[in-house]
Each structure stands twice: as C-alpha cells, then as structure tokens.
C-alpha cells in the first residue's frame, strides 16, 4: 500500500501522477507500517501464486518492481509492464543492482503487446484500484495467460479500516485515493466470472490498524491471526487466484 500524495487526479492523468511518484514509492516499505503491509500482502499473494523456477511469469502494472524482483529471486523467467517510463527505470535499476534478468515493457494493462498463452503465471497487484475497466484488465490478463495457468489479483478490500480512513481523508486533501475503486470479495467474483475467470481460491490480510508507531503495531499483531480466520471479508488486502 502506498503512502498518500497530494495531487489533483482531475488534472492530471495517472500516467504523469506515477512518474511524479516514482522517485519516493519505495519510501513507503521503509517504514514500519509499510514494510509490515509489503510482508504481510507477499504472504497472501505468493502463497497463491506457488511460483515454481523456471516458469515464464507476467507482473502486471510493476510499479518500481516489487513483485516482478520477488518472482526473479524464486527462479522465475519474469516479463514486467507498467505505463510510467520513470517507474521502469526505477525497476530496471533495482533488478540490475540484484543481479536479476528481468524483461522490462512499457505499456499498459488494458492492451497488453503478449500473444495469446503466453505466460504460466500472471501477478497484479494494486492495479484494478485506478483502471478505468476493471474487467478488461481482467480480460486481458486472462488472455495472455497458458490454459493450465495461474492469475493471482491483489486489491485493497472496501470494508476495512484503512479504506475509512482514506475515504475520509480523500474528502479533505487530494491524493493517489481520490479516484481509487476498493473491492470487495463479491465484486471481484463477479468481475472475474465475467472476464472468464473460475476456481476461485483467496487469502485475507492486515486487520491492523493503519497506525505509523511500531509499538502499536506491535501491540495490535494479535489482530492479524484473529481476523483473517474470523473475518475473512474484513482485511485492508486480498488476493485471489483463478484460472481461465
């Protein structure tokens, strides 16, 4: 999840407001309620994704590469497409400080340059938030991916917390959130179904608070365990994993 921005999302298209962006994202995971999330949302999306060596993986929508360098470290063959030029390049220095070979794309996630069955696993994570049609994404993704593949989608859920919180905020200071969609579990089975999608299998996380002290966050760990086996529809984040 990343930090909030000021910006005016009326004005400014979503490509500009990215590479605006780009050069502070990863600031987020430096703090302890970022690198707690970063952790906590890996879990529930790799967990799915069971990502073996040698599989030909796309991570959708990169940003500054966060998914894309988890799936090389596991001995994934990973293509990364993201819209913002300054976002890549901040991807493609980072994978080649870590010695990893990643295949990085310019463009986007409604008409992706992939031919049909092209990929084993598809990952995109906090993408379907800012698309203008979640369900061609969706579509598009499923498109590119093999028969006998994997899609794994992580969004921000809508009954959470954190998602109060932003859109409170967002009625008072314009940031990245304003024209953000959270989701639900509903809704995304629905989009999913629609797009083609079946075999639904999903993960819960972070019922924590959106607190910056890391003595808080210490002290409200124990919610994690209890909500996602109590309140599975209640996390700030979800990932689910379907084939086509």
Known sequence: MMATTRINRMKEPLTAIFDRLA???????????????????????????????????????CGTGNYALALAGRGVRVVAIDAS????????SKAAREGLSIDFRRGTAED???ADDS????????????????????AE??????????????????????????????LFVP???SGATFFSPRTMTDLLREA????????????????????????FQVLEGIGQKAFPG???????????
């Open 112 to 114: 992706m340059p992939f």
């Open 175 to 177: 940031s990245i959130w």
């Open 141 to 170: 993704m499923l498109r590119v991916l093999t028969p006998a593949g994997r899609l794994v989608v992580g969004v921000l859920g809508n009954h959470s917390l954190w998602a109060a919180a932003r859109r409170a905020k967002r």
């Open 23 to 61: 050069e502070d994202y990863d600031s987020w995971y430096q703090t302890p309620l970022g690198a707690r999330s970063d952790a906590l949302e890996k879990e529930a999306v790799f967990s799915l994704a069971e990502a073996r060596p040698g599989e030909h993986a796309l991570d959708v929508s």
């Open 85 to 92: 030029e300054k976002m890549l390049q901040i991807a493609q």
């Open 119 to 138: 990929f084993d696993l598809v990952t995109a994570v906090l993408l379907l938030e800012f698309a203008p049609s979640p369900q061609k994404v969706l």
């Open 234 to 244: 209640l996390g700030a984040f979800f990932a689910v994993r379907v084939e086509k």
């Open 196 to 219: 083609g999608a079946h075999s639904f299998r999903w993960k819960n996380a972070i019922y924590f608070p959106p607190l910056k002290n890391g003595w808080l966050l210490d002290r």
